[in-house]
């Protein structure tokens, strides 16, 4: 493998000192993109687009082209572990993800079992690999999955919910079915992010997408205490390297100390949760990653480089342990400019804090 070129966002995770504030952004492989959406219509479908390693490697690399970013994520989606499970993913316009199958039982949650990384997920892998070919050093390039609670959610509801009725029923009515559930999708998850990280993945990242939606005590049982679980099952060295982990759980601002006490070694902060008070409480524990609000983009250029301004100063003076980015992911309708403005104001703007 080519020689790390720009290291400075694996630095600031391992809270080492920067020259300045590394950024990436959720889903920056993607819609906004008029490049994307070229090779979305050659693929056909979302899948296709997903499971074909030189299309993945592809739009992995487009944003790279375009701007100054710190960090690469691999092209892919947080359904591939239920999707080689044989629940059917699918994507339907304009609603999202589907399942053909859903776990309604203890029956259907007994036929679920971990599934072969390199058989029915290799392309992952082959992405990866493809990826980090491609790459040669340039960036890092993160490797990620959905969280155990996330992916329950989805293979229960048979695809997104703004209620979460079906899985909280199950949750409440049968917790040990949840449990069993979540127990086979922690085991996925491991060994799906272990694969990755032996592929060239050189960071992680854990997407809790759907923890926001569970009370204090139901979020430590069903979400935390299965990315805990994850955390302590994976790699952490590769290629003479540390690999970190980031856990970011969407509406989780209340948690940051849980989160914070997991052993990741960065936490994701939404646009919700103030970043000045958050590191007030975390101290020096984590790093913290985020947290613009997606929508600033949508504003002139200027105001989005204000904003910037306005997240650099309210993580203020440190030398590390900052990774700029959106309080989610970016929207598929921003002007690809605003995101250029993005990323230069962010390295313009915060050499001062690192001097």
């Given amino acids: 493998m080519s020689e790390l070129k720009n290291d400075r966002y694996l630095r600031a995770l391992l809270r080492q000192p920067v020259d300045k504030t590394p950024v990436w952004v959720m889903r920056q492989a993607g819609r906004y993109l008029p490049e994307y959406r070229e090779v ?3 693929a056909g479908d979302f899948m296709t687009l997903c ?10 690399l487009q944003p790279l082209r375009r701007f100054d970013l710190d960090a690469a994520i691999i092209f892919s989606d947080i359904l591939t572990i239920p999707d080689a499970m044989g629940l059917g993913l699918h994507f339907v316009a304009g609603e999202g993800p589907k399942f053909t199958k859903v776990i309604r039982n203890a029956a259907d949650i007994a036929n679920l079992a971990v599934p072969d990384m390199e058989d029915s997920l290799g392309y992952v ?3 990866i690999r493809l990826t980090r070919r491609e790459i040669d050093g340039k960036v890092p390039l ?3 999955s959905g969280s155990p609670w996330t992916l329950a959610c989805y293979m229960v509801e048979g695809g997104s919910s703004k209620d979460f009725a079906k899985v909280k029923g199950m949750m409440f009515d049968v917790p040990e079915q949840m449990h069993a559930l979540l127990s086979v999708l922690a085991e996925s998850v491991i060994a799906y992010l272990n694969a990755q990280i032996a592929a060239g993945a050189q960071s992680i990242m854990l997407f809790d997408t759907w923890g926001g939606a569970l ?8 979400s935390l205490a299965y990315m805990q679980q994850i955390v302590a099952g994976l790699t952490r060295e590769n290629e003479g390297r540390t690999v970190p982990v980031t856990l970011f759980t969407k509406g989780g601002g209340q948690w940051l100390e849980l989160m914070a006490n997991t052993g990741v070694d960065a ?5 919700t949760t103030d970043i000045a008070s958050a590191r007030q409480r975390v101290g020096d524990k984590v790093t913290l990653q985020g947290n613009m609000d997606p929508c600033v983009l949508y504003a002139s250029v200027d105001r989005v480089e204000q904003e910037v301004a306005s997240v650099l100063a309210g993580f203020g003076q440190a030398k590390t342990g900052h ?7 970016i929207h598929p309708t921003i002007a690809p400019e605003n995101m250029q403005r993005l990323v230069d104001s962010v390295h313009q703007l915060s050499e001062p804090y690192h001097a």
């Fill in 267 to 271: 936490v994701g902060l939404d646009w």
């Fill in 142 to 144: 993160i490797g990620f």
């Fill in 125 to 127: 892998m082959d992405a």
């Fill in 323 to 329: 990774v700029f980015n959106l309080g989610h992911g």
């Fill in 215 to 222: 009370s204090t005590t139901n979020y430590q049982e069903f």
């Fill in 51 to 60: 499971s074909t390693p030189e299309l993945a490697c592809e739009v992995t």
């Fill in 40 to 42: 979305r219509a050659k």
